[in-house]
């Protein structure tokens, strides 16, 4: 089969829309990845050779009113047309969006071609993008069974949100701490704020670390490129063993190396995180839309694997009386590393490509066509 996964403009929909590739490749399909124009993209699949990679204009939709509705629209066209001739030369069997507007073109060409098309929306609340593409698309996949009620007459599966195949087994810690020049037999924080960084994030920990310099913590942490040297010298200044980068591309050996995870809440964080049993100190994106990440952390939160906390409580080194509260308790670590592992899906990409080709196929009533899931 050929199968066209639209999945470019975040981490949080690249990533898993890979994953699902990587499971349709080794079962001998043909993958073309549309991405969007971002560097986030460009850096995440350079390398990359087993897919078919293609750059489409992907333009956030604007208040209806806003002169940047026709920038949209221009956009929007380009980006159709490009498809429907990717489409004429690629012959998709069937179309998967990860999210976002760059999924938007690529479903609706899909359609037109009457092939299965559908949305996979990772987050507890979807965005406007996935709530309009969902009306396109023959079905709606969901990471969190909460999600399904936000998509009213749709038909919905829970799969979880896919993990890529490099991130399936949690490395040796001793291997892991080595990768960073770290200490295996000290506590490890990880500091992460998502595929571009997070400057919230970056100030609560450089301003806790005063206090946290005789906690015995050492830290990986992936500060974005605006982060990167002001991070460094923050470290070097507060005498704390750190690992600082802008990003990091073997994201198996943070995991594997850290104990606590300071992120933001994006569906697919969270879902690495579950896969290796990661407590979370989680601090949502405050101005996400519908402020979804909130909504993720929550459900981190109430099933005992994550503290949620709101970014404007944290100025001034607030930060550092929860991190120290969890690094002098090992039971209560190991029981929201307990939880986290729970929330995991292990299977979510399988899952997803199992449902592409069933529709292609048409072995599976109901999935693709004019039947319904069972929610």
């Known amino acids: 089969m050929n199968i066209v996964i639209a999945a470019?403009?975040?981490?949080?929909?690249?990533?898993?829309?890979?994953a699902v590739g990587e499971v349709l490749r080794a079962r001998g399909h043909a993958v073309m990845v549309l991405i969007s124009e971002k560097e986030i993209d460009a850096l995440a699949t350079r390398g990359r050779s087993e897919f078919r990679f293609e750059k489409i204009p992907g333009v956030g939709l604007p208040k209806l009113f806003s002169p940047a509705i026709f920038k949209f629209l221009r956009g929007f066209r380009a980006g159709l047309r490009q498809c429907r001739a990717l489409y004429a030369d690629f012959k998709p069997d069937a179309v998967l969006g990860m999210g976002g507007f760059t999924s938007t073109g690529p479903i609706?060409?899909?359609?037109?071609l009457r092939v299965p098309t559908f949305v996979h929306e990772s987050n507890a609340i979807p965005g406007k993008a996935n709530r309009l593409n969902a009306r396109m698309a023959g079905g709606v996949l969901v990471g969190f069974e909460e999600c399904?009620?936000?998509?009213?007459?749709?038909?919905?599966?829970?799969?979880?949100?896919?993990?890529?195949?490099?991130?399936?087994?949690?490395?040796?810690r001793v291997a892991a701490a080595a990768a960073f020049g770290l200490d295996p037999e000290r506590k490890t924080l990880l500091v992460m704020g998502g595929s571009q960084g997070a400057q919230g994030i970056n100030r609560a920990v450089l301003e806790s670390l005063p206090a946290l310099a005789g906690a015995g913590l050492q830290v990986v942490h992936l500060a974005g490129r605006e982060g990167e040297e002001s991070a460094r010298a923050a470290y070097a200044a507060a005498g704390v063993p750190a690992f600082v980068a802008a990003f990091h591309h073997r994201m198996e050996e943070a995991y594997s190396a850290a104990d606590i995870c300071?992120?933001?809440?994006?569906?697919?964080?969270?879902?690495e995180l579950a896969h290796f049993a990661l407590p979370g100190v989680l601090i949502p994106y405050p101005h996400a839309a519908e402020d979804h990440q909130t909504h993720n952390a929550r459900i981190f939160e109430s099933a005992g694997a994550a503290l949620l906390l709101p970014e404007a409580g944290l100025v001034g080194g607030?930060?550092?009386a929860h991190l120290l509260a969890l690094v002098r308790s090992p039971k209560k670590l190991a029981a929201m590393s307990e939880r986290s592992a729970s929330l995991a899906s292990p299977d979510a990409?399988?899952?997803?490509?199992d449902i592409l080709l069933e529709a292609c196929s048409g072995a599976h009533a109901g999935v693709g066509g004019r039947g319904s899931y069972a929610r």
């Not at 403009?9 to 890979?18: A, D, E, I, R, S």
């Not at 609706?108 to 037109?112: P, T």
């Not at 399904?148 to 040796?172: D, E, N, Q, W, Y």
């Open 262 to 271: 300071v992120a933001r809440s994006g569906a697919a964080s969270l879902t």
């Open 108 to 112: 609706l060409a899909g359609r037109r």
């Open 349 to 353: 990409a399988e899952a997803v490509a």
């Open 8 to 18: 470019g403009g975040t981490g949080g929909h690249l990533f898993p829309g890979l």
């Open 148 to 172: 399904a009620r936000h998509f009213p007459g749709a038909r919905c599966i829970t799969t979880g949100t896919p993990v890529r195949s490099s991130l399936r087994t949690r490395m040796a």
């Open 318 to 320: 607030g930060l550092a």
